[in-house]
């Protein structure tokens, strides 16, 4: 049979004729067809290499999004990049989700969505915020005791917040753990 014809792999259509891009396609896979080796360009990628560029591709756009909103800042300042997140293991009870995005059983926030109609702290000396209830809340001296010197063997006190997180996430989560309530 002609060049036109059948071949022992390929079957020439009449579709293709005249069709450079077709016939070009057609010439390259007969010819890697009847190599023994395979060229570089068509070695396989491993499946993990994939997931790994893909994954890294999505934690810049992550990122980039979250530069980008202007909402979440109490968020932020504790964990502000996407990939220091992803590589510190976090175990998000209630308490610990309030506190880090402000949201929550908090008076300032109640009275933000309109349920309560004051933000004052029960201590009774300001509103009831995160940054409230770590640094200056008369209720919970005895935590925040135990938490400053766990944090505080090289810094002063208080310290930035994405370094309870990133840091010293035990004794954090433990102060947490009896603030809420």
Known sequence: MGSRGWTTRFRWTKSHLGNTGNELADKLA???????????????????AIKQKLEDNSNVTWQKEWEKTKKGSTTKEHLPTVAERLQTKINFTQNLTTIITGHGNMTSYLQRVIIIEAPDCPCGTGNQTAEHILLECRILPE???????????????????????????????????????
């Open 30 to 48: 007969k010819e890697a067809s009847s190599k023994t080796e395979i060229p570089i360009s068509c070695n396989r990628i491993a499946e993990s």
């Open 143 to 181: 935590e925040r005791e135990r938490l400053i010197p766990a944090v505080t063997k090289n810094v002063n006190w208080p310290i930035k917040k994405y370094t309870l997180i990133k840091r010293h996430y035990k004794a954090f989560a433990k102060l947490i753990k009896t603030m809420i309530k």
